[in-house]
């Protein structure tokens, strides 16, 4: 079955860059997507990218996809202390079900 | 428009008791997911319905749990008789078939079972 994998944690300073990675095994999938979960609170799409695309920017968000390599990542620039969450990768294929990595934990230090 | 709504956001209930969770999903979406998130095993997938129908309820943990879909604009997920180990948060999501084939959540239900 479908399979995606994150590191448990991250922490970084407040101003620099995070970078959270993540790995999925369906070959198929059409789209990827990050969310993100504060305390308390339901997920929080973030961004998505279809299968096609290597990159997407949005703001201080960049997604890069690495196809070949089953990678995707989510950087985000200039991180503030309000983007400590966890935040999710999910692949979907054409089904379109989702499938759900564990998450990654985002700390940000002042 | 207002998202995925759940009710209630928090219960405390004693086991053996009837729990029964609320969803309205955006209006348009074609897809509505419940989904259970704990410590332990992360968020797992527990049963989704296309245009009403149940299409796959693998994830339903055992018969205690069950969920209906009467009409497009409501769901529920019910856990008779509930236990401590069903002290979860469950989410419920639906889908728009527009940009991405995205999926919206709900802020979940927090339900503790004691």
């Known amino acids: 079955g479908e399979d995606v994998e994150q590191s448990l944690f991250l922490s970084v300073r407040e101003g620099d860059s995070s970078v959270i990675n993540c790995t999925y095994t369906?070959?198929?999938?059409?789209?990827l997507y990050w969310y993100k979960q504060e305390p308390g609170a339901g997920l929080q799409l973030l961004t998505y990218?279809?299968?096609?695309?290597d990159m997407k920017q949005d703001q201080r968000l960049t997604v890069l996809l690495n196809k070949k390599d089953k990678h995707l990542s989510l950087r985000i620039a200039d991180t503030q202390t309000g983007d400590s969450a966890i935040y999710f990768c999910?692949?979907?294929?054409?089904?379109?079900?989702?499938?759900f990595g564990g998450g990654t934990r985002l700390m940000v230090k002042p | 428009d207002a998202g995925v709504i759940q009710s209630p956001r928090h219960e405390v209930t004693e086991m053996g008791q009837e729990v029964t969770l609320r969803c309205k999903p955006i209006s348009g979406h074609d897809y509505l997911f419940w989904y259970r998130q704990t410590m332990m095993r992360g968020l797992e997938l527990l049963i989704y319905f296309n245009n009403n129908v149940p299409i796959d309820d693998s994830g339903m943990p055992e018969d205690r749990f069950s969920a209906k879909m009467p009409n497009a604009s409501f769901s529920t997920l019910k856990i008779q008789p509930s236990e401590p180990r069903d002290s979860a948060v469950y989410f419920c999501?639906?889908?728009?078939?527009?940009?991405?084939?995205?999926?919206?959540f709900g802020e979940g239900s927090w339900l503790t079972v004691v």
């Open positions: 990218i279809f299968s096609n695309m």
């Open positions: 999501a639906s889908r728009d078939r527009g940009a991405g084939n995205t999926i919206y």
């Open positions: 999910a692949e979907g294929n054409a089904g379109n079900m989702l499938t």
């Open positions: 369906d070959s198929s999938s059409t789209y």
